[in-house]
């Protein structure tokens, strides 16, 4: 029977909140990048770029602009990810043998995909919540402003308006979009550890190994992944009904060929390069925070 390490669970989910501290403006950069022309609905332009819009939110709305939902992002971090690496973890576990302990790559990708949409469905609520807050501003508006004054009025209000569905809006999208980039982002990770330890250069449990490997990894994730970040950014901050339905888009496959035929590819990859800053060093800081916890934790047994 596999031993369910509940220590992955927890240093997971701990690893990716340290990281969210520092990746987070990136994520208010994105956010609004890929509301910014939604459909073509507005003419609002207020954002020219990445760097544009972060010296913009900085200058107009100051550090707690830039840091947007930061309470709801790191607890997201710590769910669904805390979820997400824990059950990987079990997962290649209960699918190694004595015979080949290291898993293929069809194997890493469905171990992955499977703890990634475990990772979502925890998480969600509190990913619903980081996408309106961060969207919302009082001088550079753009896509729906739901108007939250913190994360609990923000659960209160959802709660009153839709009760658990409400709280769950967006979750078929946003188990798409961690599936896709968690199915990439976890084999290509291990594969590329494996790799650079293969070398026979670096220690394996040194620091280097876990940041180059961490930098290869999330160019890979950000390729695959963008088009489904902006198909859930958008179902999660879209105007909904009193009944919790959405206003604009009847589900995650309307949303990518409404976005798609208004917006084309382009539209689809809104936000990318805002992305990548925010996943690359996400995804260096959040593996090298693991795995440094991991080595801590041995220590101290």
Same mark, same amino acid.
């Given at each position: 029977?596999?031993?369910? &390490?509940? %220590?992955?669970?927890?240093?997971?989910?701990?690893? +990716?909140?340290?990281?969210?501290?520092? +990746?987070?403006?990136?994520?208010?950069?994105?956010? %609004?990048?890929?509301?910014? /022309? *939604?459909?073509?609905?507005?003419?609002?332009?207020?954002?020219?770029?990445?760097?544009?819009?972060?010296?913009?939110?900085? @200058?107009?709305?100051?550090?707690?602009?830039?840091?947007?939902?930061?309470?709801?992002?790191?607890?997201?971090?710590?769910?669904?990810?805390?979820?997400?690496?824990?059950?990987?973890?079990?997962?290649?576990?209960?699918?190694?043998?004595?015979?080949?302990?290291?898993? $293929?790559?069809?194997?890493?990708? /469905?171990?992955?995909?499977?703890?990634?949409?475990?990772?979502?469905?925890? $998480?969600?609520?509190?990913?619903? =919540?980081? =996408? %309106?807050?961060? !969207?919302?501003?009082?001088?550079?508006?753009?896509?729906?402003?739901?108007?939250?004054?913190?994360?609990?009025?923000?659960?209160?209000?959802?709660?009153?308006?839709? #009760?658990?569905?409400?709280?769950?809006?967006?979750?078929?999208?946003?188990?798409?979009?961690?599936?896709? #980039?968690?199915?990439?982002?976890?084999?290509?990770?291990? =594969?590329?550890? @494996? !790799?650079?330890?293969?070398? #026979?250069?670096?220690?394996?449990?040194?620091?280097?190994?876990?940041? +180059?490997?961490?930098?290869?990894? /999330?160019?890979?994730?950000?390729?695959?992944?963008? &088009?489904?970040?902006?198909?859930?950014?958008?179902?999660?901050? *879209?105007?909904?009904?009193?009944?919790?339905?959405?206003?604009?888009?009847?589900?995650?496959?309307?949303?990518?060929?409404?976005?798609?035929?208004?917006?084309?590819?382009? #539209?689809?990859?809104?936000?990318?390069?805002?992305?990548?800053?925010?996943?690359?060093?996400?995804?260096?800081?959040?593996?090298?925070?693991?795995?440094?916890?991991?080595?801590?934790?041995?220590? =101290?047994?």
């Amino acid at each position: 029977m596999t031993q369910i &390490p509940w %220590r992955d669970f927890f240093l997971g989910g701990v690893a +990716t909140s340290a990281a969210c501290l520092f +990746t987070n403006p990136a994520e208010v950069v994105k956010t %609004r990048l890929q509301l910014q /022309g *939604e459909l073509g609905l507005s003419n609002a332009r207020p954002y020219k770029g990445v760097f544009d819009a972060f010296s913009t939110i900085l @200058r107009t709305e100051g550090i707690k602009g830039i840091q947007k939902g930061l309470i709801p992002a790191t607890a997201y971090q710590f769910t669904m990810n805390g979820v997400r690496l824990g059950t990987y973890s079990v997962l290649k576990s209960a699918m190694a043998t004595d015979v080949s302990p290291a898993l $293929g790559f069809a194997q890493n990708v /469905g171990a992955a995909a499977l703890a990634g949409v475990c990772g979502a469905m925890v $998480g969600s609520p509190f990913f619903l =919540i980081k =996408i %309106r807050m961060q !969207s919302q501003s009082s001088t550079n508006q753009v896509g729906f402003q739901h108007h939250y004054s913190s994360t609990r009025d923000a659960f209160r209000q959802i709660w009153r308006q839709g #009760g658990f569905r409400g709280l769950m809006k967006g979750v078929d999208a946003a188990a798409i979009r961690v599936a896709s #980039g968690s199915s990439v982002q976890l084999p290509t990770y291990d =594969i590329a550890k @494996r !790799s650079i330890i293969n070398l #026979g250069i670096f220690d394996p449990d040194s620091i280097i190994v876990h940041f +180059t490997a961490s930098l290869m990894t /999330g160019m890979v994730v950000v390729t695959f992944m963008n &088009p489904f970040d902006v198909v859930s950014t958008r179902l999660y901050n *879209e105007q909904t009904s009193p009944d919790g339905r959405g206003l604009l888009y009847r589900g995650p496959i309307d949303c990518f060929i409404k976005t798609a035929k208004s917006e084309g590819i382009r #539209g689809l990859y809104k936000g990318s390069l805002a992305h990548y800053l925010r996943i690359g060093p996400h995804t260096i800081l959040t593996f090298v925070f693991f795995e440094q916890l991991k080595l801590f934790a041995k220590k =101290i047994q």
